[in-house]
């Protein structure tokens, strides 16, 4: 079916919330049906937000063929290019790319795109006209859109009038023989121009400095600052304080940004969708869960989700609305980074338990629209006087607070009728309107406590005066005279278990002011939790909508009842109501879902526990494990051992990433850690400064282990690595990718499972350079003897008895390693060995043809090319080093670094930079770390860490490493160990990948045998000739000019030129693909026209890879981001797509491969091969999805698909 | 060559529910590939093919203590107590 569109990019002024906060230089798509009427309803209403003003949802069915007519009204060339779906890029890329025709259309034109919906799912579209990431760009402000392509056979209609529908975010899908479902589309953008009502940039009322940058939700947002201002002034509920109402309908009615409505059960899908430019969210959906990939039942479940610029993900709730126990009321959905959740990106989704025909009302008088029920379910009851349903029947009043729920405070109120009419017969503390816990299941309950106490985070004394946590009431006495080491709170229950928890608030009434923060009156305190069934109502731990306010006043006691249906991960729980202002001095915690039947003991002593971050669990089937639970935290706010504030913001109450980070309120930062010879190679080592203070995570040799990683605040992306283990990603599914890295945000939870093979130290971090730099990184400590204070696993074996004395600290380096001493844990004698010599040195790199370069790059290459590479013959590129499964890969590493071509003979490293620099001179020794591989940690991990001996090298030295290629990984990060402060940002990475057994590699223009290189062709008796491509991304670099001046991006590389830029430390550096950057200010000077920058007939071919191929044949893409930054990138192939996970063919499609941080690893398959489904050759930009600030600093190139055959690219046979 | 597979395969079926036959009024542990993965309980009856089980310990607490009836191609796993031989774990909530 052809399905025509016309879409008009018009400049409008976008209003987004009824406080008359607006965007004055808007732009937006509009369908041209909608565009006058969407002008008019603009004009008069200048400061009321417009319904049409939204970010242009238009949908169509698989097999469709949709044809867009583009009228492009705005004052610059712009475009629109689709993401997810098939075209000819020479017709319909919407860009300028290489050699194709440009397909963006100038000031008042038109142009027709044919797009070919091959595949259900969101199709994200934006222009690719103007990608400044200024005020003066596209995207960034607000020209963005989806087409959301349905089942075949689908229709749709409007959720209020039941009549089709052309175009709008919200709609009923319907099939003749699959169920109805809702459609929600949620836009998250960022950084987006607003003014408020009197034209200038909105201010905080606390702080009285300017407020947090947008953060919205469909071209809305409903920051606190201006519900707060309410309160200030005395309009509403002048007893509270803000952040404990910003999301209370009660005192201030509904928000502006998205309710998205529905009954009790209806099926429903959420597409989320990142048309923002910078921040990687994390969407987090109160009450419901749902499978990480909807198309793979085995896939994780999860219910909160990071996403990167211009990135999607379908959210489909796990029993549709208000989850399995059908809860009803209002269920928040929000980023959950908190100064984004407070700028007001966060929106509701109302459950409904009667029938909305339009004649009803909320309480404040507001009408509710009617919704027509699925036509597929059951009508729900029309509301009466005794039960008008929800919202109705809680006895609130507008203009103060939400009620305090019924029975669920401990001396509280009993229910009223109209509550008694709504509730449950066997209403109980914590639930009232829903029954969460089935069938009389086991009960555990606990007593716990909010407190606040001084939290010490190392022996440097850096600490938190206003530590703020939860502490089981039976540990008050200890945790408060030290007997007891504070720890986040974990509680562990096996699955199927009913848990009631009461909750003392013990909180000081106000949080007091500092270097920090400003006094705030964080009276209230509540434990809101993820992932378990529950009562929204009155069980949420927050104050949501028109639900009640289910928190404990200081001095009270709060009972909520959650339900653990199945087993899950750890599941997160945290503060709701004050969450902004304390939750970062450690108020969260986890509890455990295990097994059903699992037993719980203290991994000491034996003894029988419920609680901790590290138990042994034992199991009647299954095998016995070590449970270790990890939470990673930022924006924690200490102290020195002086009293000093370490990075406090500019002024106190700012969000402006202020202070450092912990991993279990602890931190053992690398500048403390430079020893006598100060050497960084020695930083992790136990010999020579003890072990860190951070968690070591302790096993046996061959135990089955658990890590439960989760973050507890505040805002930023991390990177979790553990160095010589590895785990499913999808851990229930047989097919799964294996991974040994994790991005994590805030209110996300990870299980990884696996088996310590071999006895040593292996090292886990949050592996970005500043976050290590902090002391983010710990031990996992297996040991190949018994040890005192060690259990032996239950179901294991008992270990031999120690022979020799533990290692202890003895302030010396260790002895090199002897990697030929032993073979990694799954090699055997015999296996056939591929040997390679690498040195490592310092070269200048080349960038680019405008002459940015990086004097004092150091890299890794083979022996062979030393030569070629010094005397300028070869610019170097990333070392990719291959091998086959089975093959036992011995690399023997050279150093030949030298102390006088470091940039920086004061040992401190500016730039680009991290918080609390310190001196922390170059190491001259080097190592080479892989992921994923098999090998004994102790000899060939590449670093020194723990009691391990020193598997570094200093100048002249060689060692050599040994890894046994255990599985097809294909893309295995590479990089330095011996200092990560100092050498990775100049270049020490690579990638190893790991092929099928029997291939062979070859030069993809010569077709010769090579051993390394990011292009080549491999070639395998029974498997089909493919190319393959290794793409690095990487940031965080230092380069110079042509004439030898620093260049500072993000700044430098803006366009148009700034005089000033807000940037984060984690955002200096420059960055691009495999040692290359095509930065667009270079072109820009050349050729001032945005829309013309990609274009390779105007400036020739980028100096980032051009990786060629003939339409149809094979490829993969390996890709990874050894290095180094936390600002997470997405990667986006324009006119591909692949499987999310290569090893699954269940797995969903996707041509983006989302928030790409240090360790990460990817295999893409490109589907149809070459040019996609349909073969279309042309040329295809590869490049980051992050508009602020990666395209315009470089992180871009083509994938260039030839129609004939070129004589220099030899065709791959069939 | 049909012929003679079709004989393995029904002997192969006619093994295993002659196995099953003999251990009515034993306990069983019995892995399945579909919802809910796992029974234990005492077998009651083989009508044809399939088995009838009173299951005292599935995946879901909801599930448990009712005859479930399962195909004998739908069972990957099993394991019948007898005496003498090793005791299937007791399984309890709580323990």
Same mark, same amino acid.
């Given at each position: 079916?052809?399905?025509?569109? #016309?879409?008009?990019a018009?400049?409008?002024?976008?209003v987004?919330?009824?406080?008359?906060?607006?965007?004055?230089?808007?732009?937006?798509?509009?369908?041209?049906?909608?565009?006058?009427?969407?002008?008019?309803?603009?004009?008069k209403?200048?400061f009321?937000?417009?319904?049409?003003?939204?970010?242009?949802t238009?949908?169509a +069915?698989?097999?469709?063929?949709?044809?867009?007519?583009?009228?492009?009204?705005l004052?610059?060339?712009?475009?629109?290019?689709?993401?997810?779906?098939?075209?000819?890029?020479?017709?319909?890329?919407?860009?300028? !790319?290489?050699?194709?025709?440009?397909?963006?259309?100038?000031?008042?034109e038109?142009?027709?795109?044919?797009?070919?919906?091959?595949?259900?799912?969101?199709?994200?579209?934006?222009?690719?006209?103007?990608?400044?990431?200024?005020?003066?760009?596209?995207?960034? *402000?607000?020209l963005?859109g989806?087409?959301?392509?349905?089942?075949?056979?689908?229709?749709?209609?409007?959720?209020?009038?039941?009549?089709?529908?052309?175009?709008?975010?919200?709609?009923?899908?319907?099939?003749?023989?699959?169920?109805?479902?809702?459609?929600?589309?949620?836009?998250?953008?960022d950084?987006?121009?607003?003014?408020?009502?009197?034209?200038?940039?909105?201010?905080n009322?606390?702080?009285?400095?300017e407020?947090e940058?947008?953060?919205?939700?469909?071209?809305?947002?409903?920051?606190?600052?201006?519900?707060?201002?309410?309160?200030?002034?005395?309009?509403v509920?002048?007893?509270?304080?803000?952040?404990?109402?910003?999301?209370d309908?009660?005192?201030?009615?509904?928000?502006?940004?998205?309710?998205?409505?529905?009954?009790?059960?209806?099926?429903?899908?959420?597409?989320?969708?990142?048309?923002?430019?910078?921040?990687?969210?994390v969407?987090?959906?109160?009450?419901?869960?749902?499978?990480?990939?909807?198309?793979?039942?085995?896939?994780?479940?999860?219910?909160a989700?990071?996403?990167?610029?211009?990135?999607?993900?379908?959210?489909?709730?796990?029993?549709?609305?208000?989850?399995?126990?059908?809860?009803?009321?209002?269920?928040?959905?929000?980023?959950?980074?908190?100064?984004?959740?407070?700028?007001?990106?966060?929106?509701?989704?109302?459950?409904?338990?009667?029938? *909305?025909?339009?004649?009803?009302?909320y309480?404040?008088?507001?009408?509710?629209?009617?919704?027509?029920?699925?036509?597929?379910?059951?009508?729900?009851?029309?509301?009466?006087?005794?039960?008008?349903?929800?919202?109705?029947?809680i006895?609130?009043?507008?203009?103060?607070?939400?009620?305090?729920?019924?029975?669920?405070?401990?001396?509280?109120?009993?229910?009223?009728?109209?509550?008694?009419?709504? !509730?449950?017969?066997?209403?109980?503390?914590?639930a009232?309107?829903v029954?969460?816990?089935?069938?009389?299941?086991?009960?555990?309950?606990f007593?716990?406590?909010?407190i606040?106490?001084?939290?010490?985070?190392?022996?440097?004394?850096?600490?938190?005066?206003?530590?703020?946590?939860?502490?089981?009431?039976?540990?008050? &006495?200890?945790?408060?005279?030290?007997?007891?080491?504070?720890?986040?709170?974990?509680?562990?229950?096996?699955?199927?278990?009913?848990?009631?928890?009461?909750?003392?608030?013990r909180?000081?009434?106000?949080?007091?002011?500092?270097?920090?923060?400003?006094?705030?009156?964080?009276?209230?305190?509540?434990?809101?939790?993820?992932?378990?069934?529950?009562?929204? $109502?009155?069980?949420?731990?927050?104050?949501?909508?028109w639900?009640?306010?289910?928190?404990?006043?200081?001095g009270?006691?709060?009972?909520?009842?959650?339900?653990?249906?199945?087993?899950?991960?750890?599941?997160?729980?945290?503060?709701?109501?004050?969450?902004n202002?304390?939750?970062?001095?450690?108020?969260?915690?986890?509890g455990?879902? *295990?097994?059903?039947?699992?037993?719980?003991?203290?991994?000491?002593?034996?003894?029988?526990?419920?609680?901790?971050?590290?138990?042994?669990?034992?199991?009647?089937?299954?095998?016995?494990?070590?449970?270790?639970?990890?939470?990673?935290?930022?924006?924690?706010?200490l102290?020195?051992?002086?009293?000093?504030?370490?990075?406090?913001?500019?002024?106190p109450?700012?969000? &402006?990433?202020?202070?450092?980070?912990?991993?279990?309120y602890?931190?053992?930062?690398? *500048?403390?850690r430079?020893?006598k010879d100060?050497?960084?190679?020695?930083?992790?080592?136990?010999?020579?400064?003890?072990?860190?203070?951070?968690?070591?995570?302790?096993?046996?040799?061959?135990?089955?282990?658990?890590?439960?990683?989760?973050?507890?605040?505040?805002e930023?992306?991390?990177?979790?690595?553990?160095?010589?283990?590895?785990?499913?990603?999808?851990?229930?599914?047989?097919?799964?990718?294996t991974?040994a890295?994790?991005?994590?945000?805030?209110?996300?939870?990870?299980t990884?499972?696996m088996?310590?093979?071999y006895s040593?130290?292996y090292?886990? !971090?949050?592996?970005?350079?500043?976050d290590?730099?902090?002391?983010?990184?710990?031990?996992?400590?297996?040991?190949?003897?018994?040890?005192?204070?060690?259990?032996? $696993?239950?179901?294991?074996?008992?270990?031999?008895?120690?022979?020799?004395? $533990?290692?202890?600290?003895?302030?010396?380096?260790?002895?090199? !390693?002897?990697?030929?001493?032993?073979?990694?844990?799954?090699?055997?004698?015999?296996?056939?060995?591929?040997?390679?010599?690498?040195?490592a040195?310092?070269?200048?790199?080349?960038y680019?043809?405008?002459?940015?370069?990086d004097?004092?790059?150091?890299?890794?290459?083979?022996?062979?090319?030393?030569?070629?590479?010094?005397s300028?013959?070869?610019?170097?590129?990333?070392?990719?080093?291959?091998?086959?499964?089975?093959?036992?890969?011995?690399?023997s590493?050279?150093?030949?670094l030298?102390?006088?071509?470091?940039p920086?003979?004061?040992?401190?490293?500016?730039?680009?930079?991290?918080?609390?620099?310190?001196?922390?001179?170059p190491?001259?020794?080097?190592?080479? #770390?892989?992921?994923?591989?098999?090998?004994?940690?102790?000899?060939?991990?590449?670093?020194?860490?723990?009691?391990?001996?020193?598997?570094?090298v200093?100048?002249?030295?060689?060692i050599t490493?040994?890894?046994?290629?255990?599985q097809?990984?294909g893309?295995?990060?590479?990089?330095?160990?011996?200092? $990560?402060?100092?050498?990775?940002?100049?270049?020490?990475f690579?990638?190893?990948?790991?092929?099928?057994?029997?291939?062979?590699?070859?030069?993809?223009?010569?077709?010769?045998p090579?051993?390394?290189?990011?292009?080549?062709?491999?070639?395998?008796?029974?498997?089909?000739?493919?190319?393959?491509?290794?793409?690095?991304? #990487?940031?965080?670099?230092?380069?110079?000019?042509?004439?030898?001046?620093?260049?500072i991006?993000?700044?430098?590389?803006?366009?148009p030129?700034?005089?000033?830029?807000?940037?984060?430390?984690?955002?200096?550096?420059?960055?691009?693909?495999?040692y290359?950057?095509?930065?667009?200010? +270079?072109?820009?000077?050349?050729?001032?026209?945005?829309?013309?920058?990609?274009?390779?007939?105007?400036?020739?071919?980028?100096?980032?890879?051009?990786?060629?191929?003939?339409?149809?044949?094979?490829?993969?893409?390996?890709?990874?981001?050894?290095?180094?930054?936390?600002?997470?990138?997405?990667?986006?192939?324009?006119?591909h797509?692949?499987?999310?996970?290569?090893?699954?063919?269940?797995?969903?499609?996707?041509?983006?491969?989302?928030?790409?941080?240090?360790?990460?690893?990817?295999?893409?398959?490109?589907?149809?091969?070459?040019?996609?489904t349909y073969?279309?050759?042309?040329?295809?930009?590869?490049?980051?999805? +992050?508009?602020r600030? &990666?395209?315009?600093?470089?992180?871009?190139?083509?994938?260039?698909?030839?129609?004939?055959?070129?004589?220099?690219?030899p065709?791959l046979?069939? | 060559?049909?012929?003679?597979?079709?004989?393995v395969?029904?002997?192969?079926d006619?093994?295993?529910?002659?196995?099953?036959?003999?251990?009515?009024?034993?306990?069983v542990l019995?892995?399945?590939?579909?919802?809910p993965?796992?029974?234990?309980?005492?077998?009651?009856?083989?009508?044809?093919?399939?088995?009838?089980?009173?299951?005292?310990?599935?995946?879901?607490?909801?599930?448990?203590?009712?005859?479930?009836?399962?195909?004998?191609?739908?069972i990957?796993?099993f394991?019948?107590?007898?005496?003498?031989?090793?005791?299937?774990?007791?399984?309890?909530?709580?323990?």
């Amino acid at each position: 079916m052809l399905r025509k569109y #016309h879409i008009v990019a018009i400049p409008i002024r976008i209003v987004v919330n009824t406080f008359g906060d607006h965007n004055p230089n808007g732009r937006i798509y509009v369908l041209k049906e909608n565009e006058q009427k969407a002008k008019d309803l603009v004009k008069k209403n200048p400061f009321t937000p417009v319904d049409l003003i939204e970010p242009l949802t238009i949908r169509a +069915n698989e097999g469709d063929t949709v044809e867009i007519l583009f009228e492009n009204q705005l004052n610059f060339a712009a475009g629109m290019h689709f993401q997810e779906i098939d075209y000819n890029v020479l017709t319909s890329d919407g860009a300028d !790319a290489g050699f194709n025709p440009d397909t963006t259309v100038n000031p008042g034109e038109k142009i027709v795109y044919t797009l070919y919906a091959t595949r259900e799912g969101t199709c994200f579209f934006t222009d690719l006209g103007n990608v400044s990431s200024t005020e003066e760009g596209s995207s960034v *402000q607000g020209l963005f859109g989806a087409l959301l392509v349905q089942k075949r056979g689908s229709s749709w209609t409007d959720p209020i009038t039941g009549r089709p529908l052309n175009s709008g975010l919200y709609a009923d899908i319907h099939h003749p023989f699959l169920p109805s479902f809702r459609e929600y589309a949620w836009f998250f953008n960022d950084e987006m121009e607003i003014k408020d009502l009197t034209g200038n940039n909105p201010l905080n009322p606390m702080t009285n400095q300017e407020a947090e940058s947008f953060h919205g939700v469909n071209l809305r947002y409903e920051p606190a600052t201006n519900r707060k201002r309410l309160i200030d002034e005395g309009v509403v509920c002048p007893d509270c304080d803000g952040e404990e109402v910003h999301h209370d309908s009660w005192v201030f009615g509904d928000p502006a940004t998205p309710i998205l409505r529905g009954y009790k059960g209806d099926p429903a899908i959420i597409r989320l969708i990142h048309a923002g430019v910078k921040e990687t969210h994390v969407f987090h959906y109160h009450v419901h869960t749902w499978l990480s990939d909807p198309s793979n039942t085995q896939s994780e479940i999860v219910d909160a989700q990071s996403i990167s610029p211009q990135s999607h993900y379908d959210v489909q709730p796990l029993y549709g609305l208000g989850s399995l126990q059908g809860a009803i009321g209002d269920a928040i959905i929000h980023c959950h980074l908190y100064p984004h959740f407070a700028a007001g990106m966060w929106g509701i989704n109302r459950v409904f338990d009667t029938l *909305q025909d339009g004649s009803q009302c909320y309480p404040n008088g507001e009408p509710i629209a009617a919704l027509q029920p699925l036509p597929d379910r059951p009508e729900p009851p029309r509301p009466t006087l005794e039960r008008p349903g929800f919202p109705n029947f809680i006895p609130g009043k507008v203009g103060l607070k939400a009620p305090r729920p019924p029975l669920g405070i401990v001396g509280g109120r009993d229910m009223t009728e109209m509550e008694r009419n709504a !509730a449950i017969p066997n209403a109980r503390p914590g639930a009232v309107f829903v029954d969460p816990c089935m069938e009389d299941p086991a009960v555990v309950e606990f007593n716990v406590s909010a407190i606040e106490m001084p939290l010490v985070y190392n022996k440097q004394g850096w600490h938190d005066p206003k530590g703020r946590l939860y502490v089981f009431d039976e540990e008050l &006495d200890d945790v408060l005279s030290g007997k007891k080491e504070p720890e986040p709170l974990v509680f562990h229950v096996p699955a199927a278990t009913c848990i009631r928890l009461n909750l003392t608030n013990r909180l000081p009434h106000v949080l007091d002011g500092d270097a920090f923060q400003l006094v705030t009156r964080a009276y209230e305190v509540g434990f809101h939790i993820h992932f378990v069934k529950f009562d929204v $109502l009155v069980t949420d731990g927050a104050n949501v909508g028109w639900n009640y306010d289910t928190s404990a006043l200081p001095g009270e006691t709060i009972q909520y009842e959650w339900y653990a249906d199945t087993e899950l991960k750890a599941f997160f729980l945290h503060d709701h109501l004050f969450a902004n202002a304390h939750q970062q001095h450690g108020v969260f915690g986890a509890g455990v879902i *295990q097994p059903r039947f699992s037993q719980f003991f203290d991994s000491r002593t034996g003894e029988e526990v419920d609680h901790g971050t590290q138990v042994t669990v034992s199991h009647p089937l299954i095998p016995d494990y070590r449970d270790l639970t990890l939470y990673v935290h930022d924006f924690a706010l200490l102290f020195n051992k002086d009293g000093c504030p370490i990075q406090p913001p500019e002024y106190p109450g700012s969000d &402006d990433d202020p202070g450092v980070f912990g991993v279990n309120y602890k931190c053992e930062p690398l *500048q403390f850690r430079l020893g006598k010879d100060c050497d960084p190679a020695y930083s992790f080592s136990s010999y020579v400064h003890g072990d860190p203070v951070t968690p070591i995570l302790r096993a046996y040799e061959g135990d089955s282990i658990r890590i439960r990683l989760l973050q507890g605040a505040h805002e930023e992306s991390h990177s979790f690595n553990v160095h010589g283990l590895k785990w499913s990603q999808e851990r229930k599914d047989l097919n799964s990718d294996t991974k040994a890295q994790q991005h994590i945000g805030i209110s996300e939870s990870f299980t990884f499972e696996m088996e310590v093979p071999y006895s040593g130290d292996y090292l886990w !971090a949050f592996e970005t350079e500043e976050d290590v730099w902090l002391g983010t990184w710990g031990l996992i400590r297996a040991y190949d003897e018994l040890v005192d204070d060690l259990i032996v $696993l239950p179901d294991r074996a008992c270990l031999p008895p120690r022979s020799k004395p $533990l290692p202890t600290k003895t302030g010396k380096p260790p002895i090199r !390693a002897n990697p030929q001493a032993s073979l990694p844990p799954y090699a055997f004698p015999g296996t056939p060995v591929r040997k390679y010599d690498v040195v490592a040195f310092q070269t200048p790199i080349i960038y680019n043809s405008y002459g940015d370069h990086d004097p004092f790059g150091i890299v890794f290459a083979l022996a062979e090319d030393v030569e070629d590479i010094l005397s300028g013959k070869k610019n170097p590129e990333p070392l990719v080093l291959r091998g086959n499964v089975g093959d036992l890969v011995e690399v023997s590493l050279t150093s030949m670094l030298k102390k006088e071509l470091f940039p920086y003979p004061d040992g401190i490293h500016p730039y680009p930079p991290v918080k609390e620099q310190a001196f922390y001179p170059p190491s001259l020794r080097i190592s080479l #770390h892989t992921n994923l591989l098999d090998y004994d940690v102790k000899t060939s991990s590449g670093e020194t860490a723990g009691y391990n001996l020193d598997q570094t090298v200093g100048p002249g030295e060689v060692i050599t490493y040994r890894w046994y290629v255990d599985q097809q990984y294909g893309t295995c990060a590479m990089w330095d160990m011996a200092d $990560l402060r100092n050498h990775r940002s100049f270049g020490t990475f690579g990638a190893f990948i790991a092929e099928s057994r029997f291939t062979s590699y070859h030069d993809p223009y010569s077709l010769q045998p090579v051993k390394t290189g990011t292009n080549v062709v491999l070639k395998h008796p029974t498997l089909p000739d493919t190319r393959e491509f290794v793409m690095i991304m #990487h940031d965080g670099v230092r380069l110079e000019d042509k004439n030898g001046q620093l260049i500072i991006d993000p700044k430098d590389g803006v366009i148009p030129e700034v005089e000033e830029l807000e940037v984060d430390t984690y955002d200096y550096g420059s960055r691009g693909f495999n040692y290359r950057t095509e930065r667009l200010i +270079n072109r820009y000077r050349e050729l001032p026209e945005m829309s013309k920058l990609f274009s390779s007939e105007l400036f020739g071919d980028p100096a980032t890879p051009i990786f060629e191929a003939y339409p149809g044949e094979p490829v993969t893409i390996r890709l990874t981001n050894p290095a180094e930054r936390r600002r997470a990138h997405t990667f986006h192939l324009h006119g591909h797509a692949w499987k999310f996970d290569s090893k699954d063919l269940d797995s969903m499609v996707q041509s983006f491969v989302g928030h790409l941080v240090a360790g990460q690893t990817e295999n893409l398959r490109l589907l149809g091969g070459a040019g996609s489904t349909y073969h279309f050759p042309g040329d295809y930009l590869y490049r980051s999805g +992050n508009v602020r600030w &990666d395209i315009e600093l470089g992180m871009w190139g083509i994938f260039r698909v030839h129609d004939k055959l070129k004589p220099h690219l030899p065709r791959l046979e069939d | 060559m049909a012929h003679r597979s079709n004989n393995v395969n029904a002997a192969h079926d006619n093994a295993l529910i002659d196995h099953f036959f003999l251990g009515i009024g034993h306990k069983v542990l019995v892995l399945s590939p579909s919802y809910p993965f796992v029974f234990i309980g005492e077998i009651l009856g083989v009508a044809d093919d399939i088995v009838e089980i009173f299951v005292e310990t599935t995946h879901f607490p909801q599930l448990e203590n009712r005859s479930w009836f399962i195909h004998i191609d739908n069972i990957e796993v099993f394991y019948i107590e007898r005496e003498g031989a090793p005791k299937i774990p007791k399984l309890n909530d709580m323990c």
